[in-house]
């Protein structure tokens, strides 16, 4: 997701893809330490926090930006044409970056970016079915390409396997009883729009429960979206080869925005910097050595939270390649 440029916001883009990057001046002062480096953004979005990046760099620099959403692909292209460094932009998950950097002939990388999650623009653009506070269709492909829609799951996936991914990657505790009433409604007639959706989700929680917490549809559209996308299953892996990719001395930014995932990837670096997984009472067989320091974590200060609301539950997580 996207946030802030020095407690400044992004300005508009082409195609309405305008958004505040998050965190964005201390994740790249952690970030940038050589003008003549290689960088990879992970997460390209509309280039907020690539641009940030560039701005360092000279012209032996070089930028590569992945992302899988052809908006942000575009968006991120004009962002970003006047870099003096090198540019190039790749359309791909970052599930595949070990496979882009093997194909674009890079071997060390200076400093690679995780932005996860969904961006502002996404999310506020209806079409795309990201948000329950906007009627549009039951979408939430991050790629477009690809087949799988929330429709899909509403529409078609078993109660139990309903009630199984709402309470798994939505943490919600009524889960169970949503699945029930998703399953019921669309034995009367599909569930096509989020605002269908959403009025589901409402009569199925009980008033008392609405009351407080954050919006009735929010854990349950959160799940649905992370179903649709694979966000969870590919982190553990991808941090892995992200970490194989670093030279000695790169770095790595991850930024989170809710407790699944800030929970792989805080586990990710700290087995990463662990060295001998031996007993403590026995002499050591297995040779392993920690891969980066001990990692460390930063939120946002009050001053960002205040510009822009959705920076409230992000953490930045780093870690040095040893």
């Known amino acids: 997701m996207d946030r802030q440029n020095d407690q400044v916001g992004n300005p508009p883009l082409p195609g309405g893809f305008a958004h505040i990057s998050v965190l964005l001046k201390p994740c790249v002062d952690w ?3 050589d003008p003549e480096g290689v960088y990879v953004d992970c997460t390209l979005g509309g280039g907020g926090h690539s641009a940030a990046i560039v701005s360092r760099l000279s012209e032996k620099g070089r930028l590569i930006g992945i992302d899988q959403d052809d908006d942000a692909l575009a968006a991120a292209a004009e962002r970003l044409k006047g870099a003096a460094c090198r540019v190039d932009i790749v359309k791909s998950n970052f599930r595949q ?28 653009t209806p079409e795309r079915g990201f948000s329950y506070m906007h009627e549009g269709p039951l979408d939430m492909r991050m790629n477009r390409d690809r087949s799988l829609t929330a429709d899909t799951i509403v529409n078609t996936y078993s109660e139990a396997d309903l009630a199984s991914l709402i309470w798994r990657y939505g943490e919600e505790r009524w889960a169970k009883r949503i699945a029930q009433f ?17 009025e ?23 799940a649905l979206r992370i179903e649709v ?8 892996p991808v941090i892995e080869d992200a970490v194989a990719a670093l030279k000695p001395g790169g770095r790595i930014g991850i930024i989170t925005f809710q407790s699944l ?10 087995q990463l910097a662990k060295g001998c997984i031996c007993p403590p009472h026995m002499p050591c067989v297995c040779g392993r050595k920690p891969a980066v320091k001990k990692p460390g974590n930063l939120l946002p200060d009050q001053a960002e939270i205040e510009a822009n609301p959705r920076a409230r539950s992000a953490r930045l997580r780093f870690a040095e390649k040893i």
């Open 261 to 270: 995932e800030d929970r792989i990837v805080k586990q990710k670096l700290a």
């Open 229 to 236: 996308n694979d966000e969870l299953n590919i982190l553990d």
């Open 182 to 198: 998703i399953v019921a409604e669309r034995q009367k007639k599909p569930l096509h729009t989020t605002g269908e959706l959403v």
């Open 31 to 33: 970030l940038v330490t």
């Open 200 to 222: 589901v989700i409402k009569k199925a929680i009980p008033k008392g429960a609405r009351k407080e917490g954050p919006h009735p549809a929010k854990r349950t559209f959160q």
């Open 97 to 124: 970056l070990k496979e882009v950097l093997q194909g674009m002939g890079v071997d060390g990388v200076t400093g690679i970016l995780f932005d996860l999650g969904v961006s502002s623009y996404q999310l506020d």
